[in-house]
T-cell receptor
């Protein structure tokens, strides 16, 4: 079972560059989330989606954008990368009560 | 926004000791979840709780859904080196669908 798949696993960006973090799930879950986890810290919610075509801001949405054109995919876009966006990014999906996480994308902005 | 207060933030214990951690909130929850995150990995579900007062075990781990529905506890008995990691509580507030996460408890074990 693939579950939640994130790509890439690692990326180094220069300040001002843009990139898209990909997340796809094959469990037909409606809810999907993007979190960031700074070193030694917990999870902070960036954006979430309750279904295709519907997205909403979490705690720390500034500097990010998302889209949800299909149930399976929930990409996270960084338009102008900044050093403060250096973090590990986790995508998760859930239906009912259990959330499933991807393996994470480690992003460094230099 | 909704807040889950998880404590302690970190623990340093000897192998073989028991561990206790908890999450509290001012909101009423109808689901509590406990996750573990190994270094370099995403969080993985350990225990799910669905009813106030519920006590559920998973091996050496035991979690309880608080009677007030505003808190939950996780206990680990006889800790071993592979218990090292970050433990997160999560929950679904009554009337909401979105999950909220605690800040995590980082567990370090000295052999």
């Amino acid at each position: 079972n693939a579950g939640v798949t994130q790509t890439p696993k690692f990326r180094i960006l220069k300040i001002g560059q843009s990139m898209t973090l990909q997340c796809t799930q094959d469990m037909n879950h409606n809810y999907m989330y993007w979190y960031r986890q700074d070193p030694g810290m917990g999870l902070k919610l960036i954006y979430y989606s309750v279904g295709a075509g519907i997205t909403d801001k979490g705690e720390v949405p500034n500097g990010y954008n998302v889209s949800r054109s299909t149930t399976e995919d929930f990409p996270l876009r960084l338009e102008l990368a900044a050093p403060s966006q250096t973090s590990v990014y986790f995508c998760a999906s859930h239906v009912g009560t259990e959330a499933f996480f991807g393996q994470g994308t480690r992003l460094t902005v230099v | 926004g909704q807040q889950l207060n998880q404590s302690p933030q970190s623990m340093f214990i000897q192998e073989g000791e028991d561990v206790s951690m908890n999450c509290t909130s001012s909101s009423i929850f109808n689901t509590w979840l406990w996750y573990k995150q190994d270094p370099g990995e995403g969080p993985v579900l350990l225990i799910a709780l669905y009813k106030a007062g519920e006590l559920t075990s998973n091996g050496r781990l035991t979690a309880q859904f608080g009677i007030t529905r505003k808190d939950s506890f996780l206990n680990i008995s006889a800790s071993i080196p592979s218990d090292v990691g970050i433990y997160f509580c999560a929950g679904r507030i009554q009337g909401a669908q979105k999950l909220v996460f605690g800040q995590g408890t980082r567990l370090t074990i000295n052999p």
